[in-house]
């Protein structure tokens, strides 16, 4: 995969930069070595992201993308957590990832192989399971109620301010529309879900060829 205005030490250089500059105790040295253990397992995660995206260019990653920005600090947190079990790092990360892009993405959080954020400014992702290909835009939320913790099956979309929480079950290939809020409800697959009155929800078919525009056959 190109790195686009970078080489593989350059890019590490400078996400070591960033950690400095939004966490500045002065544990860049100790940051860099964790993250360059795992730092090319997180790029080959983010390129089978970019290659499964529709908007974004074949074999090529732009960290001044803040999409793609925002997507590979998860997958670096997330890879280091996973494999060695560190905590300072992949907390690091998750700070730069809310201070430079405005989400909130925990390290612990399991992601699905492919996602793809929109505008990153304002997303909260709780604990959930996550399908694959899941479209996330600004504003979107989900999150869990004690034990209630939603399910999201493959091909959702969640458009801006949107949320899914307390347990609800969405379905496979359905779209939440603007400011719809999913509470605790079961949602049909390939539905489009709108706000009804007071707490109901409207469903329509959902659009057969929408997912084109987001990702790749």
Not at 60 to 88: C, M, P
Not at 110 to 119: C, K, L, S
């Amino acid at each position: 995969m190109k790195l686009r205005g970078h080489t593989r030490e350059t890019l590490l250089a400078y996400i070591t930069a960033q950690c400095a500059h939004v966490v500045p105790d002065g544990r860049e040295a100790v940051f860099r070595t964790v993250a360059e253990a795992h730092f090319d397992e997180a790029l080959e995660r983010m390129h089978r992201c970019i290659n499964a995206c529709a908007p974004w260019r074949v074999d090529e990653f732009n960290v001044l993308q803040s999409s793609q920005h925002a997507i590979f600090l998860y997958y670096l947190s997330n890879t280091i957590w996973k494999r060695s079990g560190d905590t300072e790092a992949p907390t690091r990360l998750f700070l730069m990832n809310k201070a430079f892009n405005g989400i909130d993405l925990f390290y612990e959080i399991a992601m699905p192989e492919v996602f793809y954020i929109g505008h990153s400014l304002g997303i909260v992702l709780a604990k959930a399971t996550y399908g694959n290909y899941l479209v996330l835009y600004q504003n979107a939320t989900v999150g869990r109620h004690k034990d209630q913790i939603p399910v999201i099956g493959e091909r959702v979309v969640m458009y801006p301010g949107s949320s899914i929480a307390a347990g609800a079950m969405i379905e496979d290939d359905v779209v939440i529309s603007q400011g719809t809020r999913v509470i605790g409800k079961h949602v049909p697959r390939g539905q489009m879900v709108f706000a009804g009155a007071g707490a109901e929800l409207v469903m329509r078919p959902r659009p057969d060829d929408l997912m084109g525009e987001y990702f790749r056959p």
